[in-house]
Structure formats: structure tokens, C-alpha cells
């Protein structure tokens, strides 16, 4: 299983960046797909989730500026990341699960940096 993150960058505050994770080696259309990430000194947090049937969850303080969305026939999940602040700067990683009976599957991928300047 790999999951490839990319996007990631420096910006100016109020900016924009797209992630993108592109997955394989899993059947992607049944993992939900989270997008994590982990500031220094700071535990690691999910920002926001899609589920295999499309609903999506953010947390709080990324609420009307992040956008997840999935593209199946690509095995990719994306986040549109806009209005961008310094407190969004962060190491960004993306997360497939899927719970099955009584299993749990979860992947990783190497996370990509995103740097807010004020």
C-alpha cells in the first residue's frame, strides 16, 4: 500500500494550496480518506474526512475554507486549502481507513509541508 501526498509549499497568508494523495495497492472507493496534520510541538489532528460514500467532516477551525473531495476512477483525495493563516502551517498527512468486521485497515503517507507566512 502506498500513499503519495504532494502540494504542499509556502504561502502567503490569506493563499491558497491544493494537496493532493494519490493512493494504490488498496481498493480505494471503500476507505474513507482523512487528511491529518501535526504541527512542532503539537499532536497530530484531523483536519477533515471523507467517507467512500462522499460525506465529508472538518474540524472547527478549518471550516469554510478547506474543501476534501475524492476522484475514485483516479484513486485520489485532494484538499483545497484557502484563506490560508500562519496557525495552518503544519506537516499535512493522509490517512485511508477502513473498518471490516473487526479488523481495522489504516495507511499513511509521508505527509508534505505547508508553510503560512504572516
Known amino acids: 500500500v502506498q500513499l503519495q501526498a504532494s502540494g504542499g509549499g509556502l504561502v502567503q497568508a490569506g493563499g491558497s494550496l491544493r494537496l493532493f494523495c494519490s493512493a494504490s495497492?488498496?481498493?480505494?472507493?471503500?476507505?474513507?480518506m482523512n487528511w491529518y496534520r501535526q504541527a512542532p510541538g503539537k499532536q497530530r489532528e484531523l483536519v477533515a474526512s471523507i467517507s467512500s460514500g462522499g460525506s465529508t467532516g472538518y474540524v472547527d477551525s478549518v471550516k469554510g475554507r478547506f474543501t476534501v473531495s475524492r476522484d475514485n476512477a483516479k484513486t485520489t483525495v485532494y484538499l483545497q486549502m484557502n484563506g490560508l493563516k500562519p496557525e495552518d502551517t503544519a506537516v499535512y498527512y493522509c490517512?485511508?481507513?477502513?473498518?471490516?468486521?473487526?479488523?481495522?485497515?489504516?495507511?499513511w503517507g509521508q505527509g508534505t509541508q505547508v508553510t503560512v507566512s504572516s
Open positions: 495497492g488498496i481498493i480505494f472507493s471503500l476507505f474513507a
Open positions: 490517512n485511508a481507513n477502513r473498518m471490516r468486521a473487526t479488523r481495522n485497515y489504516d495507511y
